[in-house]
């Protein structure tokens, strides 16, 4: 865990638990949890994101922006613990907001 909380710190740390949930939620769980693909996903080694896919990450890449700035605003350092509860509750937040995104397009 990180020995101070400047912005930059929670950036990166945020920055890592981002890539960290987008490897584990489309990699492991479901590839298409975030909308479906341009293409189909074996057509091309790197297949692009759909519009879908898109509005999702930006949706989830606001969430890990706002955790990052309230664990750098906090007058306190937070535990390990608190640290994991608080990015599993943004993380949660914005799969709820995907799915309304994904309803509604």
């Known amino acids: ?5 400047s912005a930059e710190q929670w950036n990166l740390l ?3 638990l981002l ?5 584990r939620r489309l990699g492991e769980d479901d590839p298409h949890a975030w909308g ?9 080694p790197h297949a692009h994101a759909s519009s ?12 890990k922006n706002a955790f990052a700035e309230d664990m750098a605003e906090r007058d ?3 535990t390990q613990a608190d640290v994991r ?8 937040r914005a799969e ?9 397009s």
């Open 85 to 92: 509860e608080y990015w599993n509750e943004c993380m949660r």
């Open 76 to 78: 306190t350092y937070p």
């Open 1 to 5: 865990m990180l020995e101070n909380h």
């Open 52 to 63: 879908q896919q898109a509005g999702a990450t930006r949706i989830a890449v606001g969430y």
């Open 36 to 44: 479906r693909f341009c293409r189909e996903p074996y057509a091309r």
């Open 14 to 16: 945020a920055n890592r």
């Open 96 to 104: 709820a907001d995907i799915l309304v995104y994904l309803a509604a």
């Open 19 to 23: 890539l960290a949930y987008v490897r």
